[in-house]
């Protein structure tokens, strides 16, 4: 069974650094991709950041380019999304979800249908400005 769960949100200051974790069974991080998604209530979903050993770097929105960093431990079954240097901006739930890893499956991130199962519960963050 796939399973997918997102941890690690929390209640930080705009300028400090969060990392959150989603914790994967069910397959191999070897032959599907990882995607990070955030959503805030009212607007879309917006496509974070994917990793997946189908395509030679990850992939990460502009609004989180240079202060977010995807990193995976196929070990621990584990996908982590390192946030540096908050915004307010960055408010949101955010959850990861699966895909299958076909080459260039990441930077269609924001285009992946996620059914109930692909997708774990989120976590939710908060930046105090």
């Known amino acids: 069974e796939v399973q997918l769960q997102a941890s690690g949100g929390g209640l930080v200051q705009a300028g400090k650094s969060l990392r959150l974790s989603c914790k994967t069974s069910?397959?191999?991080?070897?032959?599907?991709?990882i995607g990070w998604f955030r959503q805030v209530p009212g607007k879309e979903r917006e496509g974070v950041s994917c990793?997946?050993?189908?395509?030679?770097?990850?992939y990460y929105a502009d609004s989180v380019k240079g202060r977010f960093t995807i990193s995976s431990d196929k070990v621990e079954n584990t996908v982590y999304l390192q946030m540096n240097d908050l915004k307010a901006e960055d408010t949101a739930e955010y959850y990861c979800?699966?895909?299958?890893?076909?080459?260039?499956?990441?930077?269609?991130?924001?285009?992946?249908?996620?059914?109930?199962?692909?997708r774990g519960q989120g976590t939710l963050v908060t930046v105090s400005s």
């Open positions: 979800a699966v895909a299958g890893s076909a080459r260039g499956i990441c930077p269609l991130l924001n285009h992946w249908t996620l059914s109930k199962s692909a």
């Open positions: 990793i997946s050993s189908a395509d030679d770097r990850p």
């Open positions: 069910g397959f191999s991080l070897d032959d599907f991709a």
